[in-house]
């Protein structure tokens, strides 16, 4: 069974950071691309970052570009999001996904960005 399971978000203050964590299991981690979705209410669901298998390449959403940056562990089948410099806008619900199962998220996990 595809799991994906996000952890790592909470509240944080204007400039400050968080590591996102997503562990999964049930497919063949190492031959997929990883995303990181984000979504607030009344929106629609946006690609934040996208890995591909092996670290090859990766891609940002502009306005994370140089703030953000998405990784992966095949060891340990785990992807991850370093956001640094995070700012109000970027208060959502963040959700890992994988293309190889487009179809299945995460529960995901809540960021808030508040003073």
């Known amino acids: 069974q595809v799991q994906l399971v996000e952890s790592g978000g909470g509240l944080v203050q204007p400039g400050g950071s968080l590591t996102l964590s997503c562990a999964t299991s049930?497919?063949?981690?190492?031959?997929?691309?990883m995303d990181w979705y984000r979504q607030t209410p009344g929106k629609e669901r946006e690609l934040v970052a996208t890995?591909?298998?092996?670290?090859?390449?990766?891609n940002y959403l502009d306005s994370v570009k140089g703030r953000f940056t998405i990784s992966r562990d095949n060891t340990k089948n785990t992807a991850y999001l370093q956001m640094n410099g995070l700012k109000p806008e970027d208060t959502a619900v963040y959700y890992c996904?994988?293309?190889?199962?487009?179809?299945?998220y995460g529960q995901g996990t809540q960021v808030t960005v508040s003073s």
């Open positions: 996904h994988t293309v190889c199962f487009p179809f299945r």
């Open positions: 890995i591909t298998t092996f670290s090859i390449g990766t």
């Open positions: 049930g497919f063949t981690f190492s031959g997929c691309t």
